[in-house]
């Protein structure tokens, strides 16, 4: 009877090492992934538009309240590799995401201010942006809250596609940014997780060149200068090779 209890213990034993390692070798993130993700973000886009001219005339446009607010739908994909060392974990990530995040065009509010000899006010009334794709690469710290959660933080630099337009005058352009976050993968069974993330992107200021009309030169036309920043937040799914 001692001796098939011993056996029995040791079964019990080698079912638990075998399960551990298992869980383990299977953590989420750990080796090769891919994902879909799907969410919401808003946006700022900041301008400044200052006019050149050769006299000492000088009209500056700039927005009265904080920028053009942006909100609206992002979706895409995501894909990297990463390493279990213990409860912690390393890794890298490439993802790219279209998005229909875009203005109101009804909700801003735009001032003039002039200076120079015969300087009179001339506001534009209208303006509109809209972000189209967005792509990046981060890199990832995280712990392992349980074999089946992570927890992770990023931070990394992205690229993105904005149309922009200024009164009649309309424009594509490009912008990079850093890009930081947060985010929770837990499994939902053998090899597929639930992410839930958010992320924030402070773009670096771009001017932008020619839009429509506004031409910049040395000493006449335009310097148009932006200033967007983003915050999104999305929800995944992702499989571990």
Known sequence: MKKR?????????????????????GSVGDGGYVGVQGGYGTAIV????????ATTNQDTFSFADGGLGLDGASYGAFMGFGFRMASLYVGAELDGNWSTIKIDPGSFTIADTCSGDNCTADPVTDASAELVWTGGVSGRLGYYASPSTLISLNGGLVGSQFD?????????????????????????????????????IDYYDASVFGIGGLQETSDSGHDVEIQPSMSIAHVGLMYTF
């Open 46 to 53: 900041d301008a400044t538009v200052t006019e050149r001219e």
């Open 5 to 25: 209890n011993s056996w029995i213990a040791a079964l019990a034993a080698a079912a638990v090492l075998v399960a551990t390692q298992t869980a383990q070798a």
């Open 164 to 200: 922009v337009s200024w009164d009649s005058f309309k424009e594509e352009y490009w912008d990079v940014g850093a890009r930081y976050g947060i985010g929770i993968d837990t499994a939902l069974f053998d090899g597929v997780a639930l992410r839930l993330a958010w992320n924030y």
